[in-house]
């Protein structure tokens, strides 16, 4: 498969502290590559690197979209540029004289994030969603091969973040775009992406097709009981955990739901709900993540 | 040519529109109201003089500070750098536009205070029965001094426009800015007042010698600025 862009040993160091470490990115092409981690990660960090706003104290970056097509790259770094003085139109249009689009790009572009209808009205007045779709419909002008967006789901309601899912899937389909998209929002980027870089502490913790990380991470059970569960699974050899942002609900590691079953019925419990899970990216984020961090 | 067009359109409905009215017509209808109040009458040159004097100690350099801070908070505030800095070629270019920017706006408000003080003066001798002003209306001659006081403005201008477009914050420049002219007032009579960018412009209604000395310290300056600039503002990091 070709490589839209590949990064190799970023370094970036801001005082004592390397922001980004060391950090390698090997960004297939038509892939909608899902860059993940935690907040402070080092995530924008690349993006800018990856955009040449900062410079990286260290590696080199090769982007295959800069050397072809419109020699162009769409990006959305953290908060949108908007100009609050400009209609939604002008601001598109300011993008559009830069990079020398055909005209038509602008009602394009407004089209595809839905904005048509607010095009004439001054940007100072968008809510932070319309400013979110303002933000993508900038950098989808000129048609660009290469989309760098960064957090692009800020600000959007569910509706909006499933548009935005939409619109990379369709864009990838479509006009074989290449997408990299951060997040730390892993099952957001987990349900769009085709490839995954799991960053923590700067560096590059697990990188590859999403289907591969998977498989690597062993499935669980999630299940609904009454607050004496825990206790009964241990009993019964069963590791169950609270599942994080999910009050009452227990994540046990094991693939096997009839022993959950068993163990809280034997015990009385009642089970209101029970779920095999597929692994998730979020388990083995968690498990890498805090590899790096005892390493560190 | 398009950076630059698409400079002028994020002026679009700013404040740095609003400013550049502002500043030469608010001098002018202040000349008007002291003409409306003046016992004796003053001839049509000295009036102007006078009006292209206050215009050269305090109103250009207050309002080239404001307006290089509004050009350069238009991006701030925007998160502008972030999109035009990313965009393919070469960085200074729009740090060009900027400058660009500032020398024809300042430009415009020079037209403005010559059009304002020359209306000033008839509308106020109309008024008082035509025995306010005496002599001919000098326009050539107001239009000449305003035009060489832009010109030597230009160096203060590029060095507020420098810092405003160097610091996130508008703080640095509007301090700067009023350091200058203050130091500007203070020095106004000094042998070294020569040198100070700030007082440049004051200088055009000085002796022939030392007008021409301001006008050359000052295209002078900017020549070698510009670039300076440049090509220290394409290097910074938008981190």
Redesign the interface.
């Known amino acids: 498969m070709e490589t839209a862009l590949l990064a190799q040993g970023l370094y970036k160091r ?1 005082g004592d502290r390397a922001a980004v470490d060391g950090l390698d990115m090997i960004v297939p092409s038509s892939a909608i590559y899902g860059f993940l981690g935690r907040n402070g990660a080092g995530k924008t ?1 690349t993006m ?1 690197m990856l ?5 990286p104290d260290a590696g080199c970056i090769t982007m295959a979209a ?1 050397a072809t097509g419109p ?3 769409g ?1 959305l ?10 209609t939604g139109r ?1 601001n598109i ?3 559009r ?4 689009a055909d005209r038509g790009d602008v009602d394009r572009v407004l089209a595809i994030v839905g904005l048509t209808w607010a095009a004439g009205r ?1 940007a100072g007045g968008y809510s932070l969603g319309m400013r979110q779709r303002l933000g993508i419909a ?1 950098a989808l002008v000129g048609q660009p091969r290469l989309l760098l967006l960064d957090e692009p789901t800020n600000g959007l309601d569910p509706d909006g973040i499933a548009d935005v899912r939409l619109l990379l899937a369709r864009l990838v389909a479509e006009d074989a775009v290449t997408v990299v998209v951060s997040s730390h929002q892993l099952d957001e980027i987990e349900r769009v992406a085709t490839h995954i870089g799991l960053v923590a502490a700067g560096k590059m913790i697990a990188e590859g097709p999403i289907s591969t990380l998977r498989a690597g991470v062993a499935p669980a059970v999630q299940v609904d009981s009454d607050e004496r569960a825990a206790a009964v699974l241990a009993t019964a050899g069963l590791t169950a955990v609270p599942t994080t942002g999910e009050p009452g609900r227990l994540t046990v590691d094991t693939d096997a739901p009839e022993r959950v079953a068993a163990a809280l019925v034997g015990a009385g419990c009642p089970v209101t709900r029970l779920v095999r899970r597929e692994g998730r990216l979020e388990h083995l984020f968690a498990t890498m993540a805090g590899t790096t961090k005892e390493a560190a | 040519m ?2 630059l ?2 400079e002028v ?2 002026l ?3 404040l740095a529109l609003w400013l550049v009215v502002a500043a030469p017509t608010s001098l002018a209808a202040l000349s008007f109201l002291i003409l409306l109040d003046r016992d004796k009458p003053v001839a049509w040159q000295i009036f102007a003089d006078g009006t292209a004097a206050i215009w050269a100690y305090l109103m250009l350099p207050m309002a080239v500070t404001a307006l290089s801070v509004l050009l350069a908070q ?1 991006e701030q ?12 070629g070469w960085r200074g270019r729009f740090f060009a536009a900027k400058a660009a920017v500032l020398v024809l706006l300042t430009a415009a408000m020079s037209v403005l205070l010559v059009a304002g003080t020359t209306l000033a003066g008839i509308a106020a001798d109309g008024l008082r029965g035509g025995i306010v002003l005496t002599g001919d209306v000098p326009a050539a001659h107001l239009a000449g001094l305003i035009a060489r006081m832009w010109a030597a403005g230009s160096l203060m201008a590029l060095i507020q426009l420098w810092v405003a477009l160097r610091v996130r914050s508008f703080v640095p420049p509007l301090v700067l800015g009023i350091g200058g002219t203050l130091i500007g007032v203070v020095t106004a009579s000094a042998k070294q007042g020569i040198y100070v960018p700030w007082l440049l412009a004051v200088n055009v209604l000085s002796t022939p010698d030392r007008a021409t000395t301001a006008m050359t310290v000052s295209l002078l300056g900017s020549a070698l600025l510009l670039p300076a600039m440049l090509i220290d503002l394409a290097r910074i ?3």
């Open positions: 801001y960090t800018r955009l040449g706003l900062v410079r800069a020699a162009r790259i990006a770094i953290e908060a949108p540029t908007i100009w609050d003085n400009l002008e249009e300011v993008t004289r830069l990079i020398g001054r900038r | 398009s950076v067009i698409t359109m994020r679009r409905r700013s238009i505030a925007a998160r502008g750098w972030d999109h035009l800095l990313a965009l393919p990091e938008r981190g």
